[in-house]
């Protein structure tokens, strides 16, 4: 695993979206915020509502017709949902391969593996992302691996995209995506749902909506950010705010008895199932087997 340096001379341009939806929204955000060309900005979205959207961004070049958006783009991100990701792929296959040089297909598709997406843009370089929801904030995690044709500077490109929506680290493998979907993919959710137990837990013991979740969100927020500095555990923090016998050694010791920690790792081993088997619903293999049968 490897995290990202500032990548920002190592931006592509062109530069297009497919799909101009919640992530393209952020990750172009982040890079007009980042001083990017928006007239080396291309994005695609059948929505003329959307299209509106993005052009309330900035001077962007935008298409219905996504082969229009790609033509001589370096890097093309597919930020669409994973479901029209196959039949898309394989429309604009040859408009991708008329260029002298294919573009690098970067995919935030969840459950979309490598072998679909080679396999529907026939053989271009492809990397897969797994962002989260946070990106929207620019405060995402982001974890990527590459197929072996991606060139060192085609990594450097893609990082530098999926650098605009946070934090960005290189898998060895791909099979890890599975386990960082599991943890950072759909991690936001269990951090939500934790909040909402605490606040009606509060709300239980007499606070008023407001303020239990004012308290809730407002911890989790200090929390967080004390276990992100540098250096920081979050087991040696628990320790330190853990006096012997008093009120939070109280909470802890119900989370233990209620079986807290194998919980979460049932509750993590199901998303890291769900990725697998989702992409084995959603891949080429999947798709080709329906059009036999159709
Ligand atoms: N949002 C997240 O936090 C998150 C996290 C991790 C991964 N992802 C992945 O990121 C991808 C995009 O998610 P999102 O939340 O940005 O979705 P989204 O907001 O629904 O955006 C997708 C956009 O693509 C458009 N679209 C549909 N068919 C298209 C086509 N054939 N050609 C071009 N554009 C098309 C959609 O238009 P219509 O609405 O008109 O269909 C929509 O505007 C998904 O694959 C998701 O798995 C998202």
């Not at 450097?156 to 493998?173: D, F, K, N």
């Not at 936001?188 to 137990?197: G, I, K, N, S, T």
């Not at 992100?228 to 006096?243: C, E, F, I, M, N």
Request: aromatic share 4%; proline share 6%; charged share 15%.
């Amino acid at each position: 695993m490897t995290q990202s340096a500032d990548l920002r001379g190592a931006l592509p341009a062109p530069l297009a979206f497919i799909g101009g939806g919640n992530m393209a929204q952020a990750l172009i955000g982040g890079l007009l915020a980042s001083g990017a060309d928006p007239t080396q900005l291309r994005v695609s979205d059948p929505s003329p509502a959307c299209r509106a959207v993005l052009a309330d961004l900035g001077p962007l070049a935008l298409f219905e017709d996504n082969a229009a958006a790609v033509v001589d783009a370096q890097v093309v991100v597919l930020a669409v949902k994973p479901q029209v990701l196959g039949p898309l792929l394989e429309a604009l296959a040859p408009t991708l391969h008329a260029a002298h040089t294919p573009p690098l297909l970067l995919s935030i598709a969840a459950g979309i593996n490598c072998a679909s997406l080679l396999h529907w843009g026939q053989g271009a370089p492809v990397v897969r992302a797994m962002p989260n929801t946070p990106a929207l904030l620019r405060s995402g995690s982001t974890a990527l691996f590459a197929t072996a044709a991606v060139s060192a500077a085609q990594r450097e490109q893609a990082e530098a995209v999926m650098a605009m929506a946070g934090s960005t680290y290189w898998l060895e493998t791909e099979a890890a995506l599975a386990a960082v979907t599991a943890a950072s993919g759909s991690g936001p959710a269990y951090f939500f749902r934790l909040m909402e137990c605490m606040i009606d837990a509060a709300v239980k013991q007499g606070l008023a909506p407001s303020l239990a979740r004012a308290l809730v969100t407002e911890t989790a927020l200090g929390a967080a950010r004390m276990a992100t500095q540098k250096g920081a555990d979050p087991a040696a923090l628990r320790v330190a705010v853990t006096s012997p016998g008093g009120t939070t050694a109280a909470a802890l010791a119900a989370f233990e008895a209620g079986a807290f920690p194998a919980l979460v790792e049932t509750a993590m081993a199901a998303a890291a199932q769900r990725a697998e088997s989702l992409a084995q619903e959603l891949g080429a293999e999947a798709c080709r087997k329906q059009g036999d049968q159709a």
